[in-house]
């Protein structure tokens, strides 16, 4: 029998008691800081798959980014919070901040997959990712878990890419989203807020008080309203 309550078993939130959705969107990332790149995405990736929500996954301990620590866990995912803001189809999960480092994405799909096996899961991706994705540890069992969402990305060829992983990863599933491409990444939003630029229109306003806080500031929180398993 499905528990209903466990989609935000620690908040009191209005949505515990909505039925668990049957098609979900994953999008992981470091999101250091996430930007409109990544919520751009997103949308028109959940339009686009018919999801019924998109579950936002920041990684906890990326294994491909040693400059990124759980330490600083807390303050990203305060940050994709306030850039999802109010969207009702959107939540973050602190799914890989609960389950062992390095964060391995199929690790993260074998656990979801357990708690929830009525759900399909989804993954999305943009075209530099799935540049790596054939190595990605346990890549051809994430295949069978999930079908990638891609999307195109300035200055990665993606059907190259698209061809490789083919090639590699026969069972690998994949849809490509039609949208424009956005030249914006994360580096180089961190590179503008280190000389003191104005990153407008690319991080919204709270998204960016949460960023000025540092990761100190953003240890306040409490994990609180997404525990997902
Ligand atoms: P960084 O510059 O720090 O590497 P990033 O901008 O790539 O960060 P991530 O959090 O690493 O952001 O990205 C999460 C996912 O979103 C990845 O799959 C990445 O490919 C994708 N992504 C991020 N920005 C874009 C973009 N502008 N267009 C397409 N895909 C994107």
Redesign the pocket.
């Known amino acids: 029998m499905r528990d209903e309550a466990v989609w935000y078993t620690e908040a009191n939130d209005e949505r515990t008691s909505e039925a668990a959705p049957r098609r979900i969107l994953l999008f992981g ?4 800081p996430p ?1 409109v ?2 919520l751009t ?1 997103a949308q028109i990736a959940y339009e686009q798959v018919g999801a019924d929500e998109v579950w936002w996954m920041p990684a906890a301990k990326p294994p491909h980014k040693a400059e990124i620590d759980a330490d600083t866990f807390a303050w990203r995912f305060r940050m994709v919070e306030a850039l999802i803001g109010s969207r009702r189809h959107m939540r973050v999960t602190d799914v890989e901040n609960r389950l062992p480092k390095p964060s391995y994405t199929v690790d993260t799909l074998r656990a979801l997959i357990a708690r929830y096996p009525c759900v399909e899961f989804l993954f999305l ?5 799935l540049q790596h994705l054939p190595e990605w540890h346990g890549a051809e069992e994430l295949c069978e878990m999930v079908r990638f969402v891609v ?1 195109r ?1 300035p200055g990665y060829d993606f059907d190259t890419a698209a061809a490789r992983a083919r090639a590699r990863l026969p069972h690998i599933r994949m849809d490509v989203i039609d949208m424009p ?2 030249d ?4 180089w939003v961190r590179d503008r807020l280190d000389r003191q630029l104005d990153v407008c229109g690319l991080v919204p306003d709270p998204v960016l008080a949460i960023w000025r806080q540092g990761p100190e500031g953003g240890r306040g929180w409490s994990g609180g309203t997404s525990s997902m398993i």
């Open positions: 990332g470091t999101f250091d930007h790149g990544h995405m991706l943009g075209a530099d990712s999307a990305r491409m956005l914006v990444s994360s580096t």
